[in-house]
């Protein structure tokens, strides 16, 4: 188990994943105003995602104590050759 790293980073993975794919692969589809429509609206969620997202990380969320110390953490559990 990776520490600080929680089901949301798997289920924003997967929903990312998904949102690309629509919009890589969404012009396959037929009738063709439907691969369109895939396209567009898999490109739009997905940048409006990443900007909520951004937003989230960098107005938002103040960091916890443990993450400011993240080399003491690394070193107290992988021994003192941890690189940080």
Excluded: N
């Amino acid at each position: 188990m990776v520490p600080f790293v929680d089901w949301a980073a798997h289920l924003g993975g997967l929903i990312g994943g998904l949102l690309m794919g629509g919009a890589l692969f969404g012009r396959s589809l037929e009738p063709a105003w439907q691969g369109k429509l895939c396209q567009c609206t898999s490109i739009l969620v997905l940048l409006a995602g990443i900007g909520t997202g951004l937003w989230i990380v960098y107005d938002v969320i103040e960091p916890d104590e443990k993450l400011l110390h993240i080399c003491a953490y690394y070193e107290a559990a992988y021994g003192s050759h941890a690189a940080c």
